[in-house]
């Protein structure tokens, strides 16, 4: 088989690439090692930057989310028992989409079957020759048949676990890696939210997070240990412990119902430098990884997307190579600021365990000064809402 681009990965990152260049005409095959039943079941993020939203809109998959999803113009921050709301449209004029990861996948995916996209799930096996050189190929197994691709360049598309970065040559990575002594353990419930707009919570027990994916599903959040495993969080212990993180009045809000998903997530922030080598191309998590509480996963990905959209189409158009050899580091320079911001985010919110009693003084003092400076919320909602592409 011989395609221009070949995609590895089936999720959001993969698949929006894949559309995009197929609104320019330019042919690409995207190979997914799951099925793509299991790729929808991933519960993933929720919160849709605008020029995200605006590149699905381009990706021509936007009409189902344009209607069901919700416009957040700020969110809440709790600590010391009481709530603080951050109004990012008052402060700099943009807001949020509220719109799961999963509808987002969905709409993709119906995408790439109308534009008549060839996507092939189960692929196991998966190898990549040649993207030094000029001529790049992609070998795999399907059905337990080998299969071959003949290609111009090929999207690293597939996770932090993917086969992409691994393939990187020896010394060719400079890898940045922070792990963070905890975890989220993240419940979805079929009830309507806390709030009408998000509630991060500073408490002396440990972070929390009352999120939504929709005016009747809720996502709720609880930092755990690493060690901790699903077994051991029964529904009614989680929103015991949930309600004892609340304010009262968040508290008396919170409605339960047995969970429809239940899962623990280890944060790290993480960064593969540079982000291409030859042919071969890196986006989303197989370059970077951030801790959920900025809100940037999904984001980065999709701003990767745009700036090797762009790379490209520049290619194929002009036929130049500027765009291209630019890509590691314009995707980079936004990676960086992330990276940047969800730290932040993760350093004031939750409890470290080798923290002492200076250091959770100064981040009470870090809280009360950014709720107290116009400028600070101002930057705060600047890196929530995203910054430009």
């Not at 698949?15 to 190979?31: A, D, M, R």
């Not at 998000?198 to 994916?213: D, K, P, Q």
Request: net charge neutral.
């Amino acid at each position: 088989m011989r395609t221009q681009v070949a995609i590895i990965g089936a999720g959001p990152a993969g698949l929006l690439l894949g559309q995009l260049l197929l609104k320019e005409g330019i042919s690409n095959v995207v190979l997914e090692r799951q099925t793509a039943e299991h790729v929808l079941g991933r519960i993933r993020a929720g919160i849709i930057e605008t020029g995200t939203a605006e590149l699905l809109n381009t990706a021509g998959v936007g009409e189902r989310m344009r209607r069901e999803s919700l416009l957040h113009d700020g969110i809440e921050i709790a600590f010391a028992g009481a709530r603080h709301r951050i109004n990012f449209r008052e402060l700099i004029g943009r807001g949020v989409l509220v719109y799961g990861q999963t509808e987002i996948t969905r709409d993709l995916m119906a995408g790439r079957e109308a534009a008549g996209g060839t996507t092939f799930y189960q692929v196991q096996d998966v190898r990549l020759h040649g993207f030094d050189g000029a001529h790049p190929r992609i070998t795999y197994r399907r059905d337990g048949t080998e299969h071959g691709i003949d290609c111009d360049f090929i999207a690293g598309c597939d996770g932090f676990h993917g086969v992409s970065r691994p393939s990187f040559p020896q010394g060719a990575l400079t890898c940045y890696e922070r792990v963070y002594p905890f975890g989220w353990l993240g419940m979805m419930v079929d009830q309507p939210p806390v709030s009408e707009e998000l509630i991060y919570v500073n408490s002396e027990r440990g972070f929390a997070l009352c999120s939504m994916r929709s005016r009747r599903l809720s996502r709720l959040y609880l930092q755990c240990s690493v060690d901790d495993r699903v077994e051991e969080w029964p529904d009614e212990r989680f929103y015991e412990e949930l309600a004892r993180r609340l304010d009262p009045a968040a508290a008396a809000h919170l409605q339960t119902g047995k969970s429809i998903e239940k899962s623990i997530a280890p944060l790290r922030s993480f960064v593969a430098e540079p982000m291409c080598h030859g042919r071969l191309f890196l986006a989303g998590d197989a370059a970077h990884i951030v801790p959920p509480t900025g809100a940037k996963g999904l984001n980065l990905a999709a701003s990767d997307v745009y700036y090797l959209w762009q790379a490209l189409v520049g290619h194929y158009r002009e036929g130049s190579r500027t765009a291209l050899e630019e890509y590691s580091p314009r995707a980079l320079a936004r990676v960086w600021k992330a990276e940047r911001f969800s730290w932040s985010m993760t350093s004031l919110l939750h409890q470290f365990p080798e923290h002492s009693g200076f250091d959770r003084r100064i981040q009470e003092a870090d809280l009360r000064y950014l709720l107290s400076s116009r400028s600070a919320l101002a930057s705060l909602a600047e890196n929530y809402v995203g910054l430009p592409l």
